[in-house]
């Protein structure tokens, strides 16, 4: 899939213009981290603008393809899973980016697992605090 080898690259060089090419407009994004999907192309844009800063020695290292059945319409769309490794607050993460594009190859599904328990928290935490750095979240209810 053209796509996943175009999102790949954009990551891997950091560009979050050549990335915001590859999204439709109402994309989601299922993060190991959150209940709900992060929801519409400016969310998702300015979560990758965390990730990108989060993110310390960030490397692809596996890929695999087909199709999956969507979370939005539950049709077969053409699907890839990009495998990855990186550290974030000094916790090894290992995890899975699972892109799954439209009939124009613009990624509509975006879903992220990672392992293990103690990185999605780190993950979790560094993530929350650049939304919050770059006001797309209000900071947590402190009590």
């Not at 192309?41 to 692809?60: C, H, N, Q, S």
């Not at 053409?78 to 995890?95: E, M, Y």
Request: charged share 20%; net charge negative.
């Amino acid at each position: 899939m053209e796509t996943a080898e175009s999102f790949r690259a954009a990551v891997e060089k950091r560009d979050l213009t050549a990335l915001g090419g590859l999204f439709t407009e109402d994309v989601r994004l299922y993060s190991p981290v959150k209940f709900t999907p992060f929801e519409g192309k400016a969310m998702v844009m300015g979560l990758f603008g965390v990730l990108l800063r989060v993110f310390e020695d960030f490397r692809y290292v596996g890929r695999l393809e087909g199709t999956a059945e969507t979370s939005t319409d539950g049709q077969e769309s053409p699907s890839a899973v990009l495998l990855f490794r990186t550290t974030v607050s000094g916790k090894q993460i290992h995890g899975m980016d699972l892109l799954q594009c439209d009939e124009a190859g613009l990624i509509k599904e975006f879903t992220v697992m990672v392992r293990p328990q103690s990185a999605v928290h780190a993950l979790g935490e560094a993530v929350l605090a650049g939304l919050v750095a770059d006001g797309l979240v209000p900071p947590p209810a402190q009590g």
